[in-house]
């Protein structure tokens, strides 16, 4: 079955760096849009950073602009999110998603599968 399986979380300062890989098996990789979106305590998930299937597009919330990149190997079947200018508002759970046949890449009804989750922490 397919899994999406998240990693790279945990604490940083404000103004640091973290690297998150999602890898993925199950499914013939090339073939997804790939997702990343977030969910803090008592708040709504919410779009991060979308890929297109060949890594040629990338989207991202108003939020992340300027600070943080997704991409994609397809020969290793990972997704990767680099966040740089980590804020304390980043704080949350960070989930890695696929979406075979997307109308809307910010959409999370518009995913198929989902990762568990890491936690990334920012400290003031």
């Known amino acids: 079955q397919v899994q999406l399986v998240e990693s790279g979380g945990g604490l940083v300062q404000a103004g640091g760096s973290l690297r998150l890989s999602c890898a993925a098996s199950g499914l013939t990789f090339s073939t997804y849009a790939m997702g990343w979106f977030r969910q803090a305590p008592g708040k709504e998930r919410e779009f991060v950073a979308a890929?297109?299937?060949?890594?040629?597009?990338?989207y991202y919330a108003d939020s992340v602009k300027g600070r943080f990149t997704i991409s994609r190997d397809n020969a290793k079947n990972t997704v990767y999110l680099q966040m740089n200018g980590l804020k304390p508002e980043d704080t949350a759970v960070y989930y890695c998603?696929?979406?075979?046949?997307?109308?809307?890449?910010?959409?999370?009804?518009?995913?198929?599968?989902w990762g568990q989750g890491t936690q990334v922490t920012v400290s003031s």
């Open positions: 998603a696929a979406n075979l046949r997307p109308a809307y890449y910010s959409g999370i009804t518009e995913y198929n599968y």
């Open positions: 890929i297109s299937r060949s890594g040629a597009n990338t």
